[in-house]
């Protein structure tokens, strides 16, 4: 009895410890990330991914948005990375002049957008760095391309999700450089990536 009782103590612990540094669980509470995500999805995600490298393409991650959201973390796709040139015509999104294969896609974005003269233009207009996450220009190695520590974000219901596309680019590290958030005292990161639908249970799969 006292082996069993030992290792039930250890398990527990180790169950602790992952949910405590490396496992997260998170709710998902709107229609951004359909047909990926659905509204009561439970997700688990990896909190020590993104301690060890970057958050890559197509990740789809969790995030501080750098909009005010009551204290809530974000989950969208990651689409550019550091360096990447980013481009939105007649539905089809492009990263560093490559179309994307995006089977996650719900429907194609009814907006075009431009990464370019140290801005996202959406529809021609560039976004306002009052209102969205755009850094200054002493911050961008090229006028073109996302910057250092910045990430271009879209939900997977394109034409329903609020993302890079209103409110700039999600940040990694540091307070927010520009926007609603900038002179406050709430800190930019990537919480982690999610990699599993754990609840309900007939959706348990692997998230690609």
Known sequence: ?????????VAGLVALLLITFVIRTYYIPSISMIPTLRVGDV????????????????DVAVFVPPVPSQGDDFIKRVIGVPGDAIRISDGVVYRNGVALAEPYENEQPKYDLSIKNYDIYVDGTPL??????????????????????????LGDNRNYSDDS??????????????????RTTVKASFVGRAFMVSWPFGRLHIIH
């Open 1 to 9: 009895m006292r082996d069993y009782l030992d290792a039930f103590i």
């Open 43 to 58: 997700l688990l995600v990896d909190q020590l991914d993104y301690r060890l490298h970057n958050p890559r393409p197509g």
């Open 128 to 153: 306002d760095p009052t209102q969205a996450n755009i850094p200054p220009r002493a911050l961008w190695q090229n006028p073109n391309r996302i910057p250092k520590g910045f990430y271009f974000m």
């Open 165 to 182: 596309h209103v409110w700039g680019f999600a940040q990694a590290h540091g307070r927010f450089v520009a926007g609603p958030l900038a």
